[in-house]
C-alpha cells in the first residue's frame, strides 16, 4: 500500500514543464552516479524529487536560484534541502536582502548563513558550508526564531529539543508538474 502512495507523486523528467526543466539543466550533472540532470531527476526517490522542486521554486522567488552552480545533494525526509556550489556574489545578494538576515542563521559546523524572514509558514535557511570552496546548503525550517517570542519557541520546541525537521509535505507538497 505504501508503493502505491509513493507513486502516486513520482514524476519523471519527461513531465515537467519546460521552464522547470531549463533551470534544473545541468545542475544535477553526476549527481548520485547518474552522468545527466534527466536521469538524475528520473532516478531520485518522490522525497528527493518533492524536496528539489520545493527549495527550486522558492528560490526563484527569491531571485537565488541563478547563484546556484552545480548540487552536490538533495534529501526531503529528515529535513528538505539541498547542498550545491555557489556561483560568486551568493552571500553578497544574501547580505544586501531585506528579507534575510544573519541572525541565529550559522549552524556549529559552518561558517554563517542567512534566514529568510517571514511571518508565517516554513522558512528557507541558507547556509555557508565552506565559504572557501562555494559550498552551501538551503532547507526548509518550521519557522522563523525572529518573527516573535512565539517564533522562537516554537523553533526551539520542535526543532531542536524534540528533533523534527519538515519533510517536504510540511513544506507545501506534493508538486505535481
Given at each position: ?19 522547470t526543466k ?15 540532470t534527466d ?75 542567512f534566514r ?62
Amino acid at each position: 500500500m505504501n508503493s502505491v502512495q509513493v507513486n502516486e507523486h513520482l514524476l519523471t523528467w519527461v513531465q515537467l514543464q519546460t521552464s522547470t526543466k531549463a533551470a534544473l539543466s545541468g545542475k544535477l550533472n553526476g549527481l548520485f552516479g547518474w552522468p545527466r540532470t534527466d536521469e538524475v531527476f528520473d532516478s531520485l526517490e518522490v522525497n528527493r524529487q518533492q524536496a528539489l522542486l520545493l527549495l527550486l521554486r522558492r528560490l526563484q522567488d527569491c531571485n537565488l536560484w541563478e547563484y546556484v552552480r552545480v548540487i552536490s545533494n538533495v534529501y526531503g525526509e529528515g529535513g528538505v534541502g539541498i547542498e550545491f556550489t555557489a556561483w560568486p556574489g551568493l552571500r553578497a545578494a544574501l547580505s544586501r536582502r531585506r528579507n534575510f538576515t544573519g541572525r541565529l542563521a550559522g549552524h556549529r559546523n559552518n561558517e554563517g548563513g542567512f534566514r529568510e524572514r517571514r511571518k508565517d509558514g516554513p522558512v528557507l535557511h541558507v547556509v555557508m558550508v565552506e565559504m572557501a570552496e562555494r559550498r552551501w546548503a538551503a532547507h526548509f525550517d518550521f519557522y522563523d526564531p525572529l518573527s516573535g517570542p512565539s517564533g522562537l519557541w516554537r523553533h526551539i520546541y520542535r526543532e531542536s529539543w524534540r528533533r523534527e525537521l519538515p519533510s517536504w509535505h510540511h513544506i507545501g507538497g506534493p508538486i505535481r508538474e
